[in-house]
């Protein structure tokens, strides 16, 4: 079966410490995309990739960081600068990074900081 | 700038009800994309519908139908005859031609009762 995994489905973290999201497709797209979910609100754009090496930030990059070293691979790292880091964070795919093509989601990660 | 509206915030039915969601989307661009998604309780957004600028036709799906009217910026979507099963947070997006981001509305949550 294609898709997105993510892993940890709940995570929890000390106020101060890092943490790393895991991000995994097997439908062999270029794009890759990491947004955040806060309660009753819609997604905002943390990073994107279109390819291997390479990725941008989004709307709200503070405080968190990317790598692409593999095509299906984009894990986040949410680090002690971000402020207030308790979120659901979803992964998502797509053939292209263009608005023509539709992103593929994850089943997400809900993090919490103690 | 981009932005999506979505005034409901929440929407309460009894099943078998018809039920609309609202979306109104701002852009100075004169090619870009909409498009609705779905998020079950799961946590996992589902691609519904994609509409570019240039098709103004009504579609329906089965149960689902959309209305994109270019000239109030709107881009509707009902679901006809609600089951359970559709109790979601649904989330309608916009998309630039020439970039490679996607902007979501805040949501509407439907409750479906039965």
């Known amino acids: 079966d294609g898709g997105i995994t993510q892993s940890p489905k709940y995570l929890f973290r000390k106020e101060g410490q890092n943490v790393t999201l895991s991000c995994e497709q097997n439908?062999?797209?270029?794009?890759m995309y990491w947004y955040r979910q806060d309660p009753g609100q819609g997604l905002r754009l943390i990073y994107y990739?279109?390819?291997?090496?390479?990725?941008q930030k989004g709307d709200i990059a503070e405080g968190y960081s990317v790598s692409r070293e593999k095509k299906e691979s984009f894990p986040l790292t949410v680090t002690s600068a971000q402020k207030n880091p308790t979120a659901f964070y979803l992964c998502?795919?797509?053939?292209?990074?263009?608005?023509?093509?539709?992103?593929?989601f994850g089943p997400g990660t809900r993090l919490t900081v103690l | 700038a981009q932005k999506v509206t979505q005034a409901q915030t929440e929407i309460s039915v009894v099943e078998k009800e018809d039920v609309t969601l609202d979306c109104v989307y701002e852009?100075?661009?004169?090619?870009?994309?909409l498009f609705w998604y779905k998020q079950p309780p799961s946590g996992e957004l589902v691609f519904l519908i994609r509409?570019?600028?240039?098709?103004?036709q009504n579609e329906i799906s089965g149960r689902y139908s959309w209305n994109f009217q270019k000239s109030t910026s709107s881009f509707n979507f009902t679901i006809t005859a609600s089951q359970v099963v559709d109790s979601a947070v649904y989330f309608c997006?916009?998309?630039?031609?020439?970039?490679?981001?996607?902007?979501f509305g805040g949501g509407t949550r439907v409750l479906v009762k039965p």
């Open positions: 439908l062999n797209h270029d794009a």
């Open positions: 998502a795919s797509s053939r292209a990074a263009n608005p023509y093509n539709e992103q593929f």
């Open positions: 852009t100075r661009d004169t090619t870009y994309y």
């Open positions: 990739s279109q390819i291997v090496n390479d990725f």
């Open positions: 997006a916009l998309g630039r031609a020439a970039g490679n981001k996607l902007t």
């Open positions: 509409r570019n600028s240039f098709d103004e």
